[in-house]
């Protein structure tokens, strides 16, 4: 894997590190409800869903 590929996952790295920093998941913190989950569950888990799929595809697509 080239320097820049490994480049593109330590940004999505820091993106997670500062998506899931205890400041800004506190935005999501409230008492409503979608579609029946609390919306706090649903930043944390959209968050690590984005941080799987954007390494999964660099990593596909850049595997040398």
Not at 36 to 44: A, M, R, S, T
């Amino acid at each position: 894997m080239k320097k820049r590929h490994q480049q593109k996952l330590v940004i999505v790295s820091m993106i997670l590190l500062i998506g899931l920093n205890l400041p800004i998941a506190l935005l999501f913190d409230s008492a409503q409800n979608l579609f029946g989950f609390p919306v706090i569950y649903i930043y944390f888990f959209s968050i690590w869903l984005f941080s799987i799929l954007a390494s999964f595809l660099i990593v596909k697509r850049y595997n040398e």
